[in-house]
């Protein structure tokens, strides 16, 4: 019998986290059980997930806008039960099945007069995943993307621009619910012109 348990159960996670301390701070840890089928995946390799057992998992986004993953391996597990009776709802984190984020309708550039443009993404999920958008913004005399406050659909209208701003750039940070890998879109420039 493992100290932490052989099966995906919310008892068994919050014994994890009391294990490890992840009481509070800066930096919240979500305790991940991986089992032998979900280890083996890509989509969670790319997270640094890269074997069965029990792991703390955390992300954010970094001075340049891009996505970064931290995973800790807490527990190694040789049996691990598969996750079909899974009881945490820690799919965006380790996808049960290979998912991809593909676009249908890609970011473009954009010219304005009057200081209005509406950027837009179309995507689709392989089975049944829900996407989720961050719209990031890197003005012209910046080399770094931030995020922009509030834009999580797949649009970002912009009104009010100036000349200013001409030359900013806009993408699109896409995620899902189902553990599919992070895609962004291309790059869309606004330009001030006729």
């Known amino acids: 019998m493992s100290l932490y348990g052989r099966v995906d159960s919310t008892a068994n996670q919050t014994a994890v986290g009391r294990t490890i301390g992840n009481s ?5 840890k979500t305790i991940v059980f991986v089992d032998e089928t979900e280890a083996g995946l890509d989509e969670n390799k790319s997270r640094g997930i890269t074997s069965p057992g029990w ?16 995973a800790e391996h807490l527990m190694f597990l040789t049996n691990p039960e598969a996750n079909a009776d899974e009881t945490l709802s820690d799919d965006t984190i380790a996808a049960d099945a290979t998912n ?5 309708t890609n970011n473009t550039d954009k010219t304005t007069s009057s200081g209005a443009a509406t950027f837009v993404v179309a995507v689709t999920v392989t089975n049944s995943g829900t996407a ?3 719209w990031q913004k890197r003005s012209s005399s910046s080399g770094r993307f931030s995020n922009v406050s509030g834009a999580t659909s797949t649009t970002l209208a912009l009104t009010g621009q100036t000349a200013s701003e001409d030359g900013n750039q806009y993408r699109v940070k896409v995620n899902s619910d189902n553990g599919a890998e992070e895609v962004i879109s291309d790059v869309a420039t606004l330009t001030f012109g006729s």
């Open 24 to 28: 509070g701070g800066s930096v919240t």
């Open 55 to 70: 792991w703390a998992y955390h992300t954010y986004t970094d001075v340049s806008g891009a996505t970064r993953h931290r």
């Open 100 to 104: 991809t984020i593909a676009f249908s």
């Open 132 to 134: 989720t958008f961050q």
